[in-house]
Each structure stands twice: as structure tokens, then as C-alpha cells.
């Protein structure tokens, strides 16, 4: 999906991947610093919120939450922000009717997607849940944010793991500022896999 986005003075950029709300076996698998799921909740809750403000955008690369529908609802409706979304493979309940609904009545994503491309400041973007070896416009400098690896699957080229997981940068369990990515990968290589 190709995004024609326009950035006002009040308005905030993040991306975010992998919360994995309310699933307690996440905490094991990928060493998250947290003692019960409710804990990982409400810290990923206050810390989203001590960031992002209502007018933001955050593009969230999907692995959303392990819950049901009301539960899903019930933590969007707690996070600031207008999301945009791609589904990753954990996404099911995020299709199902109910969600989806309460995401359009109440603009809290206003984009479901599997790919979003677009140009930030300049610079091209195209983001999706899992790692792409090439992407659109790498050669040219494009960058390329994924999830999906939980930090085990470093970035090629000007592309990054933006899960709460990753390495590349400190997230502290929180979106990262699209400025501070973009700032980071710009001093990376050039991928230049897919053009000859």
C-alpha cells in the first residue's frame, strides 16, 4: 500500500513490532525484563503513552496481541495515536469483524495492510512484518523496517528490526520515534542486491 502522507507541525512519526500483548510465553522466549503478561501490558501501555500523543501516527509492523476480540479493543482504545497497520502472522483476531469495526468507527487504525510504502522527509520507506532480502527502491536508498525476529535477524543494508526485541537500538518497550530510525539507517550502506 502506497501512502501519500503529510506531516503537520503538531503531528509525531513511530513504528513499533511484535508487542505481543498478553502473551505470557513471549516473556520466556524472548527474555523480556517482566515478572507476569499484566506486568508487560501496562508497561508497554504507560510507555507507548508517555510518548505517542493523541494527533500521532504509529505505523505498527503487526503480532499485535495473544487475546480475544474485547480484550484487543479494549487496548486500543487505551493507546494514543492513530496506528497504521501490517498484519503479521499472529494477527487473526485483528481481521475479525468486531476489531475491524471498532477501528473504523473510532479512527484507532486507520490502515490495514500486509506492505506500506511511502516517503518520509525524503527519504523512501517500505516497512512490512517480515524481513525482505530486496525491497522497492533499496538501490536507490530506500529503507526497510521490519518485525517479526525478535531482534535474532539483523538488518541488511538500510534496514532494521524495529520489534520491541530488536538490538539495533534501545526500545525500552515502546515505539521508536521514525526520526531517530531514519537518522540511524541513513549512515548504513546502500543495499544494492537488486540492481545490476
Excluded at 25 to 46: K, L, Q
Excluded at 154 to 183: A, N, Q
Amino acid at each position: 500500500m502506497n501512502l501519500k502522507l503529510q506531516q503537520s507541525k503538531n503531528c509525531s512519526f513511530w513504528v513499533i513490532s511484535d508487542i505481543h500483548f498478553w502473551h505470557k510465553n513471549v516473556i520466556r522466549y524472548s527474555d523480556r525484563p517482566f515478572d507476569s503478561v499484566e506486568e508487560m501490558n501496562e508497561t508497554i501501555i504507560d510507555n507507548w503513552n508517555s510518548k505517542v500523543k493523541a494527533q500521532d501516527i504509529v505505523f505498527n509492523l503487526g503480532d499485535f496481541a495473544f487475546c480475544g476480540t474485547n480484550k484487543v479493543i479494549e487496548i486500543l482504545r487505551r493507546l494514543n495515536g492513530t496506528q497504521y497497520f501490517t498484519y503479521g502472522n499472529h494477527d487473526k483476531v485483528m481481521k475479525r469483524d468486531e476489531v475491524q469495526e471498532f477501528c473504523k468507527d473510532t479512527k484507532k487504525i486507520a490502515l490495514f495492510a500486509d506492505t506500506i510504502e511511502f516517503n518520509y522527509k525524503g527519504t523512501p520507506i517500505f516497512m512490512s512484518h517480515y524481513s525482505h532480502r530486496v525491497w522497492n527502491r533499496s538501490h536507490r536508498g530506500a529503507i526497510h523496517l521490519y518485525g517479526h525476529s525478535h531482534g535474532s535477524l539483523p538488518g541488511i543494508g538500510r534496514s532494521m528490526d524495529v520489534g520491541v526485541d530488536t538490538k539495533e537500538l534501545v526500545s525500552d518497550y515502546t515505539p521508536f520515534s521514525l526520526d531517530t530510525v531514519v537518522e540511524f539507517l541513513s549512515h548504513k550502506p546502500i543495499h544494492k542486491a537488486d540492481h545490476q
